[in-house]
């Protein structure tokens, strides 16, 4: 009886010895991938539509860009851009060169300052100083100020 008991347990332990280097390989297997799953670095995604119009923090030197062009043009221009944005316009001083403007339930204050005869900046800033908005206010004036650079501004007659 003894030595039935005896080869029983041997066999029990054969089988566990056998058995056990398969599981410690699949759970070492399903551990290696979770820690896979856990180090993967998200990839930088571009700005897309809805991170355009989701309200965020803007940094202020979004709110800056420096042109190659004078400061009366760059001044027409984003009176233009204004428009085109369908923003509206709530009051503009050609002698300063800024234009307030309301979007999105905010006003903006666009400011063109003149570097110098053939270089200007437009600086879009909120008017109540709160950073807090959709940065595609901002980035589509600024483009289509860019596409519309080229373009030859000429003054319309009155219609009478």
Do not use: H, W
Request: net charge neutral; aromatic share 10%; with cysteine.
């Amino acid at each position: 009886m003894e030595r039935m008991k005896n080869i029983i347990l041997i066999l029990v332990l054969t089988l566990i010895i056998s058995v056990l280097p398969a599981a410690a390989e699949e759970a070492t297997a399903e551990a290696e991938q979770q820690t896979q799953q856990t180090q993967e670095i998200p990839q930088f995604q571009p700005q897309n539509l809805s991170t355009l119009v989701t309200p965020q923090n803007v940094s202020f030197d979004m709110c800056t860009r420096t042109f190659a062009m004078n400061s009366d043009r760059l001044f027409y221009l984003t009176i233009a851009a204004v428009n085109a944005n369908r923003f509206e316009i709530k009051e503009i001083q050609s002698k300063t060169g800024y234009i307030l403007f309301g979007a999105v339930g905010k006003e903006f204050l666009a400011s063109v300052i003149s570097i110098d005869k053939y270089r200007s900046m437009l600086k879009i800033t909120p008017a109540n100083n709160n950073y807090f908005f959709a940065p595609g206010i901002v980035l589509n004036m600024y483009k289509y100020i860019e596409v519309n650079s080229n373009v030859y501004l000429q003054n319309i007659p009155k219609g009478g």
